[in-house]
């Protein structure tokens, strides 16, 4: 599963990761983790136009008859503070949700597929940053798919519709919309790597890895590194999806696509296969993954629900129970879902 890669200047920092890296490529720790031991969920259910953090201990969540579980949420609609984003069209298909600590504080990052992109403090909902995102023409066809808060203050921001890697000036005002962009086709995931210092992002067909150039008010995005992501049909796209590091193992990521679970070793510049030890069905098309020690959380589609991209379940490979499930009338289209790890 060797890929193409090409490299700049920062290749040979990449290349001295390899000390210490271990030898198997996998999730880290060992034993099945229990319940009690295990952080929330945070879930972005595109029914119910929400994010959802809930209680992990719980197998199957249902809002509207037992509130329990529901730790926190969140939706712009109804919030003043997000109004000039017009959330009843721009938070339609919500697309990302991750949970980041920047100067002492918490934040939700989320995006939504017609425009939304939000870093939103934890618990109390103010906006650090927001924008409405969308292409030259003003359209929502430019997709966010993926976001991440940078060290400087500033936002990236994947787009898979217009197939680039924005970078905005959040650190200027909480309603910036000064961006700089670099091209990446079919962008669906963003992660910022402290080990590396750059940004990383996934495309359809490439991992590729970016420096951060300029004044942290003027920044933009210098291409360091790529690779391309292996797959089992020649001439076909492997359709990378979901970019997240794999909690204690800074060498990895966790990389998706159309056709597997895939983890990426920086020290060694290779891609291997993630084998489940617990988890059934399939693991194509992951929209999200994320692990808490040895437990894998990850979301894929189900099939038969409104929309061909929902599932109502947050998988779970070693850990206590096989699944959790979003269950209700109003609720019940996950797209993605991750470990509550700030």
Known sequence: MRARTTWTRRGVLLGALGAGATAALHATG????????????????????????????????????????????????GDSRYDDLDPGHSWTYVSEVKSRTWQGKTYLLTTASYGFAAVVEHPGKNRYWAARVTDAAGTEKSNPHSIELLPDGNVAVALSGSGEVRLYAASRSPYATEYTSVPLTSAHGVHWD????????????????????????????????????????????????????????????????????????????QFAPYVPSSCGGTLANVKAVSNAGATVA?????????????????????????????????????????????
């Open 30 to 77: 060992s034993g099945r983790a229990t319940a009690a031991a295990l952080p929330p969920l945070l879930v972005g259910d595109q029914k119910s136009r929400r994010v959802l953090l809930l209680n992990s201990a719980t197998t199957t969540w249902e809002p509207s008859g037992d509130p329990a579980p529901v730790r926190w949420e969140f939706t712009p609609e």
């Open 298 to 342: 990850l979301t894929a589609p189900d099939g038969g629900l409104d929309r061909t991209w929902w599932t109502r379940s947050v998988r779970v490979d070693n850990g206590p129970v096989p699944a959790h499930t979003l269950a209700g009338a109003a609720y019940g289209g996950i797209y993605k879902a991750r470990w509550w790890q700030p």
């Open 194 to 269: 402290p080990a590396t210092e750059m940004l990383w992002a996934v495309g359809s067909g490439q991992l590729a890895a970016y420096e951060l150039n300029g004044p942290a008010t003027g920044r933009t995005l210098v291409r360091a590194y790529a690779t391309d992501l292996p797959g089992p049909v020649p001439g076909r796209a492997p359709g990378g999806h979901d970019l997240n590091a794999v909690a204690g193992e800074p060498d990895l990521f966790w990389v998706s696509t159309t056709d597997g679970l895939l983890q990426y070793s920086k020290s060694r510049r």
